[in-house]
């Protein structure tokens, strides 16, 4: 098992990249309506913790990036799980007490279980319906910090380029389960009405890439110093 200690923690305020693939490398998706069914059960048990910026999800594993939100809207979401915070700070950069440091840790290690619950309630669904045992997921699962504004911009591009990455399709645009198309639909049109059950940052995506040519500029730049071998192994 990998050392949870060489992983980041999750805190209020801060971006990861989430990466995580099947046990042994088998597929956690066999069939279209399992990548449905993966995002069902993200928005119900994690997309209320966290803005979501970009997914992509692959036969044998998956890459999300995601912001975790204030923690006053993080006991909103679950209020029986997160304890209602009596701090000052809204985000972890905020902490300034050691009061606010224990605060945060805790929040930190609920974060790492509630991703745990939707890992381990997608398992036992995928188990069900096909006969099989034992886990489904490598734990713990891979975290990344984006620690800056150019490292977010490319990961988000690198996401939606994986499947071609790994040889899945020829053309990423194409690819039915990644955030590319929802997206640039959303870039294109000349409304601020959200789409139904979206899990998307989609409004915070449209400011930060201003219009679709920026967003369409950025995905066909070469992403090869992102690659992510190092990731996924282990």
């Given at each position: 098992m990998k050392d949870l200690r060489n992983y980041p923690k999750l805190q209020s305020g801060y971006t990861y990249h989430i990466c995580n693939q099947g046990i042994n490398r088998e597929d956690i998706f066999k069939e279209d309506r399992n990548y449905h069914y993966f995002l069902k059960k993200y928005q119900e048990l994690a997309h209320p913790l966290f803005n979501t910026f970009a997914y992509c999800l692959l036969p044998n594993h998956f890459h999300l990036m995601i912001q975790v939100k204030p923690y006053e809207e993080l006991h909103q979401a679950f209020p029986k799980k997160f304890p209602k915070p009596t701090l000052k700070a809204r985000v972890a950069a905020e902490i300034n007490t050691n009061e606010e440091v224990e605060y945060d840790e805790q929040i930190s290690n609920l974060l790492s279980r509630q991703l745990g619950v939707w890992f381990s309630s997608y398992a036992r669904a995928i188990n069900n319906a096909y006969g099989r045992k034992g886990k489904l997921?490598?734990?713990?699962?891979?975290?990344?910090?984006?620690?800056?504004?150019?490292?977010?911009?490319?990961?988000?591009?690198?996401?939606?380029?994986?499947?071609?990455?790994?040889?899945?399709?020829?053309d990423f645009t194409t690819w039915e389960y990644s955030s590319y198309s929802q997206i640039l639909d959303f870039l294109k049109a000349d409304t601020s009405v959200l789409p139904d059950d979206v899990i998307l940052d989609l409004p915070f995506l449209k400011d930060w890439f201003t219009d679709k040519e920026n967003f369409l500029e950025l995905h066909q730049e070469s992403l090869d110093f992102l690659e992510d071998r190092w990731l996924l192994e282990g």
């Open positions: 997921f490598m734990l713990p699962f891979n975290r990344v910090l984006v620690s800056n504004d150019t490292y977010f911009s490319w990961l988000l591009a690198y996401i939606h380029r994986n499947p071609i990455h790994h040889n899945f399709c020829d």
